[in-house]
């Protein structure tokens, strides 16, 4: 059972557009687009692209940040670099993560990122909505290399 549906449609929203956009760029926008997969288990929901892995100064961020500051602090150290910056989807999707759901998670050497999910009971919440385990999603109309 997943709380406030709606947000958790927003942050995936928001990854599955990120993953989309790096597509874009592998393929220099003129496709046809490899698959995005979107896979639901129990404990998290992930969205993967074959492209390249996310940046180690972005899994850093999104992986060591422990709290709404430290995230901030670094976030903003990162904006403020010449380097790597954060998305506004990225950032959005963290913030909805980690403030509504377990966190915001992404996976080393590898373009997936994770939303995981906290078991909630029936008594702490009046919206839940279910969220069914291991099914993929096939996104963008995209074609499924091997």
Do not use: H
Request: proline share 7%.
């Amino acid at each position: 059972m997943v709380e406030t549906p709606f947000l958790l449609e927003q942050a995936l929203a928001c990854l599955i557009q990120n993953a989309i956009q790096a597509l874009d760029r592998d393929c220099a926008g003129k496709g046809p687009r490899k698959a995005i997969s979107v896979v639901a288990t129990d404990d998290r929901i992930t969205v993967a692209n074959p492209g390249d892995p996310i940046p180690a100064e972005l899994r850093a961020l999104i992986n060591e940040s422990t709290t709404p500051d430290s995230f901030e602090r670094r976030a903003l150290k990162l904006v403020r670099s010449a380097g790597i910056r954060p998305g506004i989807g990225l950032v959005e999707a963290y913030t909805i993560a980690s403030q509504c759901y377990g966190g915001l998670r992404i996976e080393e050497d590898s373009p997936a990122v994770s939303i995981l999910l906290r078991r909630r009971s029936w008594s702490r919440s009046r919206f839940l909505s279910t969220v069914r385990p291991r099914r993929r999603v096939v996104v963008s109309g995209g074609v499924d290399n091997p």
